[in-house]
């Protein structure tokens, strides 16, 4: 069973950054396909980023030159680093496991950029 913990959401200041982290079990992160993913109230969820087991990314385009998604194997960790962030970035920040129709989830991180 794959569980995916998200942590390091919170409260920043328009044009702050965050380091969001993913740990993940009952998958190997240089094996699988991960994401991130984000949804703000009243929206749908949206894709943000991906990495393959390869290490190729794909950034949506919100996301490019702002936001940069990384792994560490030896960890099994995914991460999201987030600069100069906006209010229009307020959302819950979901970790990916495998796709987003098949994959897993994890339960969510919150971040909120307000001044």
């Known amino acids: 069973q794959v569980r995916l913990v998200e942590s390091g959401g919170g409260l920043v200041q328009p044009g702050g950054s965050l380091n969001l982290s993913c740990a993940v079990s009952?998958?190997?992160?240089?094996?699988?396909?991960m994401g991130w993913y984000r949804q703000a109230p009243g929206k749908q969820r949206e894709l943000i980023t991906t990495i393959t087991p390869s290490g190729i990314t794909h950034y949506e385009n919100f996301a490019k030159g702002r936001f940069t998604i990384s792994r560490d194997d030896a960890t099994n960790m995914v991460f999201l680093q987030l600069n100069n962030l906006n209010p229009e970035d307020t959302a819950v920040y979901f970790c990916?496991?495998?796709?987003?129709?098949?994959?897993?989830w994890g339960q969510g991180t919150q971040v909120t950029v307000s001044s």
């Open positions: 009952g998958a190997t992160v240089s094996s699988a396909f």
């Open positions: 990916n496991a495998g796709g987003h129709a098949y994959g897993a």
